[in-house]
């Protein structure tokens, strides 16, 4: 159904609850809060069908912020609780909010494992590169040589790509959204919540305290145009100031051409289908960096694959129907008894 | 004493079956059967305790086993034992220490030569007494040959090569054929007890209905077994033992694990609402996990998450979105699970938390049992965070107290530690079937429709229970969490008084639990010296020992404990009633000390046993006797 076509069911402002954010001023969380509500708008959603399972971090303090059912839980382990929910009551729809050191720190393994079984649920993963809620130490998607409070002289282990992890673990949907752009990112959350499996967003969120300005090169206003290729699904790579940049595959590489010059038309960009099985391309484009290559934006992969909770729900569909016992007394009462009569 | 000849001639089974020979009826009898951990003795135990079962015999079984899946072969470390004790009164336990004990190669009966009751039967393959494998064993010369086994009544049969006759004509390979020989024993010792041989052929027959050469092959050489018991005239006499005078009922046989398993499906289903379990694999919990799989057809959720902080989290999550959570481990696992058991505290949601407890620290004793998880379970968390913890007493009533820890987590919506053993998970004892109808209603606290004056952390007066607002429910949106709530609004709070008050709350909360269990009983009104005092799995132990000392007439009682948090409301009354109070666990007194910090005006005496062993009627008698006997 097309939400634009029916009378919305609430503003985004009203999926806000009354209670007081508190997250810096500036924060990159204000403008993230905002594309959620914008996209369950627009999705229609009934505050009473929302579940929002957050872990623990500045960015986890979320649900208290939404007029839905919430969960604050604990740190790394949100991943296991919304699992629970969506396994309990399939028909919620269920949202995930975590932090860089939430999900891929102390709650890696639970992240990896949502992420294989394909569960039904969106995983937003607000990517500041840093700990917040203990203010300011290095986090497993800081870079290489980061100078934080707990490394004084910079660190000296590399960074996960959260893309390329996904899709290692067997992600499915992977979309990468900067934390200034809210019409993209509502339109990236509309996009996980329709597809069916496990959506994983990746804002790059900025952390005006501790790690400000960490994803300047690629967020601000005026590296917007050259800096980040936002894909969209059947569309051509294209990018730069009047989208005079493409992608092309030279080889086996990715190579960045300009429309127009060397004979390059249109025609020779790759078009961008974020739903073949293969993920090869799309890991090509999660690793993209600068300076020699924008970063790719938008939903990169949004594949179909089984998903965990409705195979879940299937199998206990099927065996209601097979089974040999109609009630726990058949149960109790078949293979070997003995009766004892006085 | 060894006749090789055999006599393929089947003459007909069962108790009526054996003519000549005298028989001598028993009031009980404990069997162990030993060997290797590939000799299938296992099976075999089992196999022997269904029969005695169904034919109406008290029965408590205790099965031992190395906690490496293959050992190496013939050494002690790597054998595997069963230990049942039937009959037609006394069983309380599996029994200290066997009158019959079935050997498959020497180093079983290495492992249980320290524990054998004078005159014990000893039925040995002696197939399996080669050099080496008496090298193996550690026995410096064969036991058979010395003086070892002098004042035991050896039957010495070739187990292995006469399965191997008896299968020849099935075409079998060797290793399949020598697979057998546990039921050729068990046919042997069926005849030694009069058992009809029908339930395990059934069984077989059922089994291996797509292969049914396996199924022949055990079947041959169960009765070949049998035969050849009746044809050497084993024993001179072949034993029988009268059913048990039970409770008029229907039986069957059961394991606590299974128990556990059906009684919270049981629960669920009293409760209205689906049942939940996340789980992660550990010895010697996994069995409630296979068993609850099985009953998808039942609407159990069954989640095998990643690991026990995932499967906790996965329960937590289910509670919140509705339905009747539980989440199993063992000690390494409960360990884990420790932080996510604090955010059910703070939360207040209904979740129950199954320990089967093992040997530890750490990993320790995998497949050995212990009752030393009790304070963990207790105080084993960060902040003040009390919590319900009730354990269970028999493998069968593990289905009552699997029932109670629901019942208790959704009436009063606090989440429930309910310890079991693998003595208890393990072990196996005729369970009178209950049916749906008999057992209560359980009344989740669920608000289903719009209530304006509402807010998540509001309590009813009597329990301090919130209620139990689920996702779905349109215009009762609430978030909850960890951080600590304001008292009455339910929003995130700092505020000093407020966390006393709260921590005060949560502790009321889990004591008015005493106000909805029943009166702590005891046995031995008359008696006034010594109080025995038990909790968990060592029921039937300490029970028979106590029974025994009370009908020689002495001054003693006995209280087993289900409920530890809250206790009863009368403990203290029964306590103050005599002179001495002993606390017999299988730690190194953690009840003791539990005691001693809630009821600290009486004092405390202490029995324990460390040794993943449970307790033996002997060493308790013992132990009692001395308490008696001193001033
Ligand atoms: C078990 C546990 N360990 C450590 C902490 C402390 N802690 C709270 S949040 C956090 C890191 C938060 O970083 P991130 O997930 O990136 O969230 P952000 O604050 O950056 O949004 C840590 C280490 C905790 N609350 N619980
Ligand atoms: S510390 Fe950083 S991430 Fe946390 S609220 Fe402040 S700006 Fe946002
Ligand atoms: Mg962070």
Same mark, same amino acid.
């Not at chain 1, 860089?100 to 569960?119: E, K, M, P, Q, V």
């Not at chain 1, 086996?252 to 974020?274: F, K, R, S």
């Not at chain 2, 593990?398 to 693998?422: K, N, Q």
């Not at chain 2, 779905?472 to 909850?480: S, V, Y």
């Given at each position: 159904?097309? =939400? ?28 993230? @809060? ?97 700990? %917040? ?35 290692? =673990? ?49 967020? =601000? ?42 004979? @390059? ?69 078949? %293979? ?7 | *004493? ?52 169904? *034919? ?47 050997? *498959? ?72 054929? /020598? ?61 029988? $033992? ?10 069957? #046989? ?68 509705? #339905? ?151 215009? *009762? ?8 709530? /304001? ?38 009104? /008359?008696?006034?010296?010594?109080? $025995? ?12 020992? $106590? ?31 005599? /002179? ?52």
């Amino acid at each position: 159904m097309e =939400a634009t076509t029916l009378q919305c069911l609430y503003k985004p402002k009203d999926y806000a609850s009354d209670q007081e954010v508190k997250w810096c001023p500036g924060c990159g969380d204000y403008a993230i @809060i905002n594309a959620v509500q914008k996209a369950f708008s627009e999705l229609n959603l009934k505050k009473e069908d929302v579940a929002i399972i957050s872990g623990i971090g500045c960015s986890s303090r979320f649900p208290y912020y939404m007029d839905t059912y919430g969960f604050h839980t604990i740190h790394g382990r949100p991943a296991a609780v919304a699992t629970g929910v969506k396994l309990a009551n399939p028909e919620l729809s269920v949202w995930m909010i975590s932090g860089d050191g939430d999900s891929l720190a102390i709650g890696g393994n639970h992240f990896i494992h949502a992420i294989r079984r394909n569960i039904n649920y969106n995983l937003i993963l607000f990517n500041n590169e840093i700990y %917040g809620l203990t203010k300011g130490q290095y986090s497993p998607t800081s870079e290489r040589g980061k100078i934080t409070k707990s490394s004084p002289f910079g660190t000296v282990e590399s960074p996960f790509s959260v893309g390329e992890l996904a899709l290692g =673990a067997q992600g499915q949907f992977y979309a990468r959204v900067p934390d200034t752009d809210v019409k993209l990112m509502a339109q990236v959350m509309v996009e996980a919540e329709k597809h069916q499996g496990l959506s994983l967003v990746e804002v790059l969120q900025n952390c005006v305290i501790f790690n400000d300005k960490t994803h300047a090169a690629i967020t =601000a206003k005026e590296n917007k145009a050259n800096n980040q290729l936002i894909l969209e699904h059947g569309k051509p790579m294209l990018f730069g100031e009047n989208n005079s940049k493409g992608l092309r595959l030279n080889g086996l590489e990715l190579e960045v051409v300009t429309v127009g010059e060397n004979g @390059i038309t249109t025609a020779d960009i790759l078009v961008h289908d974020a739903s073949t099985k293969s993920n090869v391309l799309h890991n090509m484009l999660i690793q993209m960096k600068l300076p020699e290559f924008p970063i790719a934006m938008g939903v990169i992969r949004n594949a179909d694959a089984p998903v965990f909770d409705q195979g879940f729900t299937a199998q206990i569909q099927q065996q209601k129907a097979s089974s040999k016992y109609n009630s726990l007394d058949d149960l109790f009462m078949s %293979g070997n008894t003995f009766t004892i009569n006085t | *004493m060894l006749l090789r000849h055999v006599c393929w001639q089947l003459p007909p089974f069962g108790r009526a079956g054996v003519g000549l020979i005298m028989k001598t009826t028993l009031e009980s009898v404990v069997i162990k059967f030993a060997g290797d951990s590939g000799d299938g003795m296992q099976l075999a135990g089992t196999l022997f305790t269904d029969t005695t079962a169904v *034919m109406g015999n008290a029965i408590a079984t205790f099965p031992d086993f190395p906690s490496e899946i293959r050992a190496p072969q013939g050494t002690v470390a790597g054998v595997s034992g069963f230990q049942v004790h039937f009959g037609t009164s006394g069983v309380h336990s599996p029994g200290d220490a066997p009158d019959v004990l079935v050997a *498959m190669n020497p180093a079983a009966l290495k492992a249980n030569l320290h524990n054998l009751k004078p005159a014990c039967i000893i039925l040995v393959d002696v197939d399996s007494f080669g050099k080496k494998d008496i090298e193996k064993a550690g026995f410096e010369t064969n036991p058979l040959e010395d003086n070892t086994l002098l004042d035991y009544k050896v039957i010495e049969g070739p187990i292995t090569s006469l399965t191997k006759t008896a299968l020849a004509d099935l075409g079998l390979d060797n290793k399949s054929a /020598d697979r057998c020989k546990n039921m050729f024993t068990l046919g042997m010792v069926f005849w030694l007890f009069s058992e009809p041989l029908e339930q395990t052929i059934a069984f077989f027959e059922q089994k291996f209905k797509k292969n049914p050469i396996k199924g022949e092959a055990n079947i041959i050489a169960l009765k070949a077994g049998y035969n050849y018991a009746l044809t050497i005239e084993a024993i001179k006499s072949s034993f029988t $033992v009268l059913p048990a005078k039970k409770q008029a009922g229907t039986y069957r #046989n059961i394991t606590g694990n299974q128990a556990t398993a059906w009684g919270f499906l049981a629960a669920a289903k009293k409760a209205g609402k689906p049942l939940f379990l996340g789980s992660y694999p550990i010895t010697p919990a996994t069995d409630i996990m296979h068993e609850l799989t099985k009953h998808k057809w039942a609407g159990a959720k069954v989640f095998q998450a990643e690991d026990e902080i995932a499967g906790i989290c996965s329960s937590i999550g289910a509670a919140f979105a509705g #339905n009747v959570a539980i989440t199993t481990t063992s000690g390494p696992g409960m360990a884990l699970k420790t932080e996510a058991i604090g955010l059910a505290i703070m939360t207040e949601l209904p979740i129950v938390i199954v320990n089967v407890q093992r040997g530890g620290p750490s990993t320790g004793l995998p497949t050995k049992t212990e009752q030393s998880d009790l304070m963990q379970a207790i105080w084993g968390r960060n902040g003040e965070s009390p919590i319900v913890v009730i354990s269970a007493s028999t493998p069968a009533d593990c289905f009552d107290w699997a029932f109670e820890a629901t019942r208790i987590a959704l009436e009063h919506m606090t989440p429930v530690i309910l310890l079991t053993e693998s003595y208890l998970g393990n072990g196996a004892e005729p369970w009178k079937i209950k049916s749906l109808n008999e057992l209560p209603d359980i009344k989740p606290l669920t608000l289903e429709t719009k209530d304006a004056s509402w807010r998540p952390y509001n309590r009813d007066d009597e329990k301090l229970a919130r209620k139990w607002v689920i996702p779905g429910t349109p215009e *009762m949106q609430h978030r909850i969490g960890g951080l600590e709530k /304001d008292e009455c609004s339910g929003c995130v709070s700092h505020n000093p008084q407020n966390h006393e008050i709260m921590v005060n709350i949560r502790k009321q909360k889990v004591a008015r639990v005493a106000n909805f269990i029943p009166e702590q009983r005891y046995k031995g009104k /008359d008696a006034k010296k010594l109080l $025995v005092v038990g909790w968990g799995g060592q029921f039937g132990i300490l029970f028979g020992a $106590v029974n025994e000392l009370q009908k020689e007439g002495k001054d003693i009682a006995f209280t087993h404990f289900n409920y530890i948090n809250p206790l009863p409301k009368n403990t203290a009354e029964i306590f103050s009633k005599f /002179d001495k109070i002993l606390v017999c666990e299988l730690n190194d007194g953690q009840f003791a000390n539990y005691l001693r910090a809630v009821l600290p005006q009486f004092k405390y005496e202490q029995y324990n046993k460390i040794q993943g062993l449970p307790f033996t009627v002997k060493e308790l008698k013992n132990k009692f006797t001395q308490l008696l006997e001193e001033k």
